[in-house]
Nanobody, 128 residues
């Protein structure tokens, strides 16, 4: 049984920073590309950032380039998203996900349908 669990979301002021974490179990974490998505009320789920299984490749949506950094620690089965200079438009539920099959990577942008294993989400709220 694959389990994906996000943590770290909270209320922050605009211009602030936050780091999200995600742990995944039930799969060989080190063989799966991982990603972060977000969904604001009334909007579609958006691919924010993705990282290949060995960290050699990364993807960022234009809206977060230069502000968000994705990383992973395969020894700890943990994925991270460091966010700086947060803006009110970053407010959303943030989801962590693993791609559908191991050792698979492609050029972005990434779609939700590329991912097969999802967490329940962690809420990030940025106040102005």
């Amino acid at each position: 049984q694959v389990q994906v669990v996000e943590s770290g979301g909270e209320l922050v002021q605009a211009g602030g920073s936050l780091t999200l974490s995600c742990t995944a179990s039930g799969l060989t974490f080190a063989r799966y590309a991982m990603g972060w998505f977000r969904q604001a009320p009334g909007k579609e789920r958006e691919g924010v950032s993705c990282i290949s299984w060995g960290s050699s490749s990364r993807y960022y949506a234009d809206s977060v380039k230069g502000r968000f950094t994705i990383s992973r620690d395969n020894a700890k089965n943990t994925l991270y998203l460091q966010m700086i200079n947060l803006k009110p438009e970053d407010t959303a539920m943030y989801y962590c996900a693993a791609v559908r099959r191991p050792t698979w990577w492609r050029l972005g942008p990434w779609e939700a349908t590329d991912f097969g294993y999802w967490g329940q989400g962690t809420q990030v709220t940025v106040s102005s």
